[in-house]
């Protein structure tokens, strides 16, 4: 008796390809959006760092290196062109599989939405560990302060 697993296909119905093709669309868009944004946000940075520099008086009135805007932003639009990048491709994939019922394209698609579902759970698990890092040094910086008073 063979595996169950390899024996099974799976179809899909005229409404779940237009479906996808619809969930095709809004991806490509928002992908685009992204890359745009994210275009702005480096360029935003450049400017940042440039208009520092440009019109630096002294040597640090705020504390801070004039380069940090630009490193800051710079590593805001690298990490978020990586899911915009998977989000892209499952959109092409998805788009060249409705098109022509291609099975390979489908299972491209879906390595792709899969990889941008576990970046962003990567990212989200880091941000609940920064937040939560950041929660425990306030309140022990908190306690710290209080008892020096």
Avoid: C
Avoid at 60 to 75: C, H, N, T, V, Y
């Amino acid at each position: 008796m063979g595996n169950l697993q390899e024996d099974r296909k799976l179809q899909l119905s005229s409404e779940s390809l237009r479906d996808l093709d619809v969930t095709r669309k809004w991806s490509i868009f928002l992908a685009v959006m992204g890359f745009i944004g994210i275009t702005v946000v480096f360029l935003t940075g450049i400017i940042a760092f440039l208009f520092l520099n440009f019109f630096k008086t002294s040597k640090s009135l705020s504390g801070m290196p004039e380069g940090f805007a630009f490193i800051s932003l710079a590593a805001f639009a690298v990490v978020s062109f990586f899911p915009l990048r998977h989000l892209y491709y499952f959109s092409k994939h998805t788009g060249e599989a409705v098109k022509k019922l291609d099975e390979i394209e489908i299972v491209k698609a879906f390595k792709n939405l899969k990889k941008l579902n576990v970046f962003l759970g990567i990212l989200v698990i880091f941000t609940l560990v920064f937040y939560l890092s950041a929660f425990i040094l306030s309140g022990s910086s908190l306690v710290l302060i209080n008892s020096l008073k």
